[in-house]
């Protein structure tokens, strides 16, 4: 397996420590504090709490209440509130507390965020960063476990990012933050302690023992609209992101079937030349995503793969994704795509 290349991620200098996905996040907002005092910070128990899974632990305490504060329990006055500091001039970055909850925002991130530059004619924006935790393989249940991003995907005006390490994690966030449209920052909360690649019945790897958990102490950027090749094969391309990352990594060395793993971090807009390169290289795709299937991302994933590469397709595409039900605390390995599903379809994509 060879990692991503480093050159796409234009490596900063400077001195580099350990960290989770949390303590990066957290690293990329004490960063944006510090250089622009137009960035806030503000959700459901973020600041004297430091957050549900502590992402803003330490904040509050370090630049005060007016920069990083908790918010009442109502999404939809979070967002709207966030719409009306972006255009008045500040950044705010707000937390909402599971992605699952992000409903009742709806209208402000659709009609408002969304909407704001090209109603205004470029007269205003919406400089905003709504994080969000998603995903499942936490026994969270229906209501704790959701992959909603490709509610996102459809809406114009919208950037959508989902990183799968504490590296991307941090430097995404930072351009997200500096970044003029509203953006949709998803975080999988099972990737927030270490990398997972779907066997829950084995030790959990921290990221102190993996590579993308070595992540500079200061400022850098990992550029938006940006995928990358996480690892390099011939036999077939996974598009891939978040937690799938590492299961389509776990069913490459158990299948043994040489996979090209394309991470795109960015969801929308997308990094369609990287993901065209690689599967005219490899005439073969299979496209992994936890959301449920129907209408999931992964339907605009195949067909744009079918439009631009038909001609050097040697297979069908395969689509592995959770089952079209709420997702279920008995059953949670049952819906959660693993390494066994996975492998399954890149031997149905091989043997075509």
């Known amino acids: 397996m060879e990692m991503q290349d480093k050159k796409q991620l234009a490596v900063p ?22 250089r622009d005092p137009d960035v806030v910070i503000f959700g459901q128990d973020v ?16 630049y005060g209440t007016s920069r990083v ?3 009442p329990i109502s999404e939809a006055g979070i967002v709207g509130t966030a719409v009306g500091m972006g255009a008045y001039g500040l950044r705010p970055v707000v937390e909402i507390q599971f992605a699952d ?8 991130i659709v009609s408002e965020a969304a909407r704001l530059r090209y109603r205004s004619a470029g007269d205003f924006t919406a400089p905003l960063t709504i994080r969000m935790p998603c995903g499942g393989g936490i026994y969270g249940g229906q209501t704790h476990s959701q992959s909603p991003e490709a509610f996102f995907t459809h809406v114009c005006g919208l950037r959508t990012v989902m990183p799968s390490n504490p590296y991307d994690a941090k430097g995404l966030l930072i351009s997200c933050i500096e970044n003029d449209d509203p953006v949709i920052f998803l975080e999988p909360k099972r990737l927030y302690n270490g990398p997972f690649d779907g066997h829950h019945d084995r030790p959990v790897v921290p990221w102190s023992k993996h590579p993308m958990g ?27 992101y978040g937690t799938m990352v590492f299961v389509a990594e776990a069913a490459a060395q158990e299948t043994g079937i040489d996979a090209e793993v394309i991470d795109l971090r960015s969801l929308w807009p997308l990094d369609l030349d990287t993901i065209v390169k690689s599967v005219r290289k490899t005439g073969r795709c299979v496209v992994v995503h936890e959301a449920t299937k129907t209408s999931g991302f992964g339907a605009e994933l195949v067909a744009l793969v079918q439009e631009h590469c038909f ?8 689509r592995v994704t959770g089952w079209d039900t709420p997702y279920p605390h008995a059953q949670e390995w049952a819906y959660f795509p693993g390494p066994d599903r996975v492998g399954a379809a890149f031997k149905r994509a091989m043997e075509k």
Request: glycine share 8%.
């Open 311 to 318: 001609y050097h397709l040697e297979a069908p595409i395969e």
């Open 13 to 34: 200098e400077g001195p580099r420590a350990p960290m989770t996905m949390i303590q990066a996040l957290r690293s990329a907002m004490d960063v944006m504090l510090e």
């Open 214 to 240: 070595e992540v500079p102490e200061g400022y850098y950027t990992v550029p938006l609209d940006s995928a990358s090749v996480y690892r390099e094969g011939s036999d077939l391309t996974v598009l891939a």
């Open 101 to 108: 909850y992000f409903y009742p925002a709806t209208d402000q």
């Open 69 to 71: 504060f908790d918010a």
């Open 47 to 62: 600041g004297y709490f430091g957050g549900v899974f502590r992402c803003t632990e330490g904040l509050q305490k370090k």
